[in-house]
């Protein structure tokens, strides 16, 4: 069984200010790591993903996240917000292992970018 | 090549009713899952359909169940609605072989 620990419901940022959104996952087996936005009454999107290889992965709209095994942890990063990245952020795993992306998710950030 | 898409978008359901959810996936996708999005938490996994299998299950009543057609759409049914069925149910589709599941806009599902 897998779980996921966001550690923030809430961030709140000024628009050009750098954030870290925190993720904290435990599984007994290997996983894959994935961040995805939800805006306002609307589905998922994803933003990123760690499969394996290089532990700092990159994905849309400039923000990037760092995969820590010994601390068996999945920041989400930007350096600099804009007003559009207001949303929910949900961090999820699935099993390596197991069938096609059965995903556990945390409980979600909300990031609010003041002007 | 068209995105997952789901319907209705909302709907109002009284206590004890039940109701169908659907949802076309993704061109090329054979396996759907559905997710429950309570307000303020993040997505449950509910079940996932592989050719037209269940092919795994979260922690949900029998009175969820589902079904996947040959053009893998798919269906989510709920059956003796309670007020705690009131969420957002997000459809996934995805391929095997692939890591991504890509979501629809959800069914906003409000029991009175």
């Known amino acids: 069984a897998q779980s996921v620990t966001q550690l923030d419901s809430q961030v709140p940022v000024f628009e050009e200010a750098p954030v870290e959104l925190r993720c904290n996952y435990s599984?007994?087996?290997?996983?894959?790591l994935f961040w995805y936005v939800q805006y306002p009454n609307q589905g998922l999107q994803l933003l990123l993903k760690?499969?394996?290889?290089?532990?700092l992965v990159k994905g849309i709209n400039g923000f990037e996240a760092e995969f820590n095994k010994s601390q068996t942890s999945f920041h989400l990063r930007k350096p600099s917000v804009h007003i559009s990245d207001t949303a929910e952020y949900f961090c999820?795993?699935?099993?390596?292992?197991?069938?096609?992306?059965?995903?556990?998710f945390g409980s979600g950030t909300q990031l609010t970018v003041l002007p | 090549e068209t995105g997952v898409t789901q319907s209705p978008t909302h709907l109002i359901k009284t206590r004890g009713q039940q109701v169908t959810l659907r949802c076309s996936s993704q061109?090329?996708?054979?396996?759907v899952s559905w997710y429950q999005q309570a307000l303020g938490q993040g997505p449950q996994f509910i079940f996932q359909?592989?050719?037209?299998?269940?092919?795994g299950r979260g922690n949900f009543p029998p009175r969820f169940s589902g079904l996947q057609f040959p053009n893998y759409s798919s269906e989510l049914n709920v059956n003796a609605l309670e007020l705690d069925d009131s969420a957002l149910y997000l459809c996934?589709?995805?391929?095997?072989?692939?890591?991504?599941?890509?979501f629809g806009q959800g069914t906003r599902l409000t029991v009175v």
């Open positions: 999820a795993v699935s099993d390596r292992g197991g069938s096609a992306r059965q995903l556990t």
């Open positions: 760690y499969l394996s290889g290089s532990t």
């Open positions: 061109s090329g996708h054979n396996t």
């Open positions: 599984s007994s087996v290997s996983v894959y």
């Open positions: 996934a589709s995805s391929s095997t072989g692939t890591s991504e599941a890509f």
């Open positions: 359909y592989y050719r037209e299998e269940e092919n």
